[in-house]
């Protein structure tokens, strides 16, 4: 049987020492009390996620024709109704190193 291997490298060196501690006490390798530990962390994430996916796809099929119209005026609406804080607007500096004015003629070609 092929083994994958994986190498760890621990951040915070006490994890390292508890992590061998743990296994020492259990009488078993590090590697398998990281694996197991591993294994019943992506257990519990994975549950949490299929949770949420789950969520996620209930709103998706609860949504309606009905729901996309009204998406669509109240997008159209704030599009018009609502200033953009992100728009860009001109402002006036000095430039004491006449930088801006290399950039603010045309460059001729010779």
Known sequence: MSRAALTLHFQNEETLRNLER????????TDELAEA???RELAAVG???????????GKLRAYTPADLDRDIREFARSDVELEDPLQAQRVE????????????????RG
Not at 47 to 57: D, K, Q, S
Not at 93 to 108: K, M, Q, R, T
């Open 22 to 29: 743990v296994a020492e006490e259990l009488g078993i390798s």
């Open 93 to 108: 500096s000095p430039d004491a190193y006449g930088i801006g004015a290399l950039f603010g003629h045309s460059v001729e």
């Open 37 to 39: 530990a591993i294994e």
């Open 47 to 57: 549950a949490g996620l299929e949770g949420r996916l789950a969520r996620a796809l």
